[in-house]
């Protein structure tokens, strides 16, 4: 695509920028060569202009509310679709055929298990420790323990990576939960598909069968579709710029787990059941809701707004729709969180506060819900995200390794400290 010259005047100088179209989306003005024609940096704290880098993996339109994987539209994906259809889509760029999508999953399935000295690991932290620190811990031991996949400039072992950590990260984080509660680790059953076995591995226990529900198997797995990638968040911003370092790829999604786990970012899941257990009742809302308003309290409704969609979050649309599957299969015919959840969003929606600064519900918002309903501690919730994230970044990590002209990536700042100034000992010290 030929790049078009946009002339800007900075400090009374006329420069010339190349502005570079996408295929859909917001064009971006180059400003690589600006700091060489003008001696001034750009300022952009949060990223809020600025593009990192380009990428053919996934696409968002905030505006429009819409969310594509390599072009496809994530409601068809989550409709028709398994998790590692929508893994190889990731990685791949295409769609797998049949006999493509046979030779990933057992691929994927033949890594399932994990070194059997990571069980030991795992008896060094406390019981009650948060899944994500374990997770961030184990996540970047593996590369300590398979040595023969961390050289990046391979491209076979950046795949078998890469197919390890899809494989394993169900099975971590199964055994983090089954550490939590004192039980026996459950070993991968390899002729279960992936969601299912992840299922298992966090709810059996060696005394009785276990029999996996396929409807909850299938809403876990759309979830797992919904969370898989999500273009330059901060967390895959993490993972690249990890990367652009040379760091092997167990240590990049080590630290995209790390980021993750924040509340404004993975942790909103978590911390939006929270929040619906402590307004408790449809009548406490008004409350909360003015406390959100207020600018005096850091109170923030969780599970609302995001940088990028200020328009129905596309994905919280299947996520209430999984929800209210999950719940009729299980019976749950009054869950008085959902009761809450539903009167809260239909009045922050009417609220000129929320309408106004286009704050609509999130992924987030119903997903504690669900994964409530199905069993899990609200502490795994963002290990949940961290499982389906990783492939996106993954995707996105392998995307830069490729990409010839690929630099450590390293911002520069607006300098706002003290000058310099001289050294004085102690006793001349104010
Ligand atoms: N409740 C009340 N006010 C809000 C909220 C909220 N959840 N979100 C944003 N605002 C207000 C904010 O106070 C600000 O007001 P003003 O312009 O008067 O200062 C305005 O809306 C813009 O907010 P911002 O913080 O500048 O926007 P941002 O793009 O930096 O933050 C966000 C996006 C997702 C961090 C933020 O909306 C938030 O904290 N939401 C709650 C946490 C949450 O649900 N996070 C999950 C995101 S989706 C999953 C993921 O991708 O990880």
Redesign the pocket.
């Known amino acids: 695509m030929q790049d078009t010259i946009s002339a800007v005047t900075v400090d009374n100088k006329s420069v010339e920028l190349a502005v570079k179209d996408g295929t859909i989306g917001p064009s971006v003005i180059d400003i690589s060569k600006l700091y060489g024609q003008t001696g001034m940096f750009t300022y952009d704290p949060?990223f809020?202009s600025t593009a990192a880098c380009e990428s053919k993996i996934t696409y968002i339109d905030g505006d429009a509310g819409v969310l594509l994987y390599r072009g496809y539209p994530i409601e068809q994906l989550a409709e028709h679709g398994d998790f590692l259809e929508t893994c190889y889509l990731l990685l791949y760029g295409e769609l797998p055929t049949a006999a493509q999508k046979a030779d990933f999953d057992y691929r994927v399935t033949r890594h399932t298990m994990v070194h059997d000295q990571m069980n030991r690991f795992f008896q060094g932290f406390r019981r009650d420790a948060h899944p994500m620190a374990i997770m961030v811990a184990c996540v970047g031991a593996l590369s300590a323990f398979y040595h023969d996949s961390t050289d990046i400039s391979d491209p076979q072992q950046r795949m078998i990576a890469s197919m390890r950590m899809i494989a394993k990260m169900p099975t971590l984080a199964a055994m983090a939960y089954k550490y939590s509660i004192g039980q026996p680790f459950v070993y991968p059953q390899n002729d279960l598909d992936y969601t299912s076995n992840f299922l298992r591995m966090c709810f059996a226990v060696p005394c009785e069968e276990y029999k996996v529900n396929p409807v909850l198997s299938r809403a876990l797995d759309r979830i797992f579709i919904l969370h898989a990638d999500?273009e330059q968040?901060?967390?895959t911003s993490t993972v690249r710029l990890a990367g652009s370092s040379g760091a092997n790829p167990f240590a990049c999604i080590a630290a995209g787990i790390a980021c993750?786990w924040g509340?404004?970012?993975?942790?909103?899941?978590e911390?939006?059941l929270k929040m619906l257990k402590e307004i408790g009742t449809p009548d406490r809302i008004p409350m909360y809701i003015a406390k959100?308003?207020d600018?005096n309290d850091p109170?923030?409704?969780?599970?609302?707004?995001?940088?990028?969609?200020k328009n129905y979050?596309p994905r919280a649309r299947i996520m209430q729709k999984t929800t209210h599957e999950v719940l009729n299969e299980l019976g749950i015919k009054d869950d008085p969180l959902l009761d809450v959840a539903v009167e809260l969003e239909q009045i922050a929606l009417k609220d000129e506060?929320?309408v106004e600064?286009k704050?609509y519900p999130?992924?987030?918002?119903y997903s504690g819900i669900t994964l409530k309903a199905m069993g899990f501690p609200t502490s795994m919730f963002t290990v949940l995200?961290a499982l389906a994230r990783t492939v996106g970044w993954i995707a996105q990590w392998s995307e830069m390794i490729e990409d010839p002209s690929q630099r450590i990536g390293r911002p520069r700042q607006l300098y706002v400290g003290t000058p310099q100034r001289q050294y004085v000992t102690e006793a001349y010290r104010g």
Request: net charge positive; glycine share 12%; aromatic share 18%.
């Open positions: 949060g809020t999500h968040n901060a967390s993750l509340p404004a970012h993975g942790g909103a899941n911390a939006a959100a308003k600018k109170f923030r409704l969780m599970g609302f707004g995001h940088r990028v969609y979050d506060y929320f600064k704050l999130n992924i987030d918002f995200f």
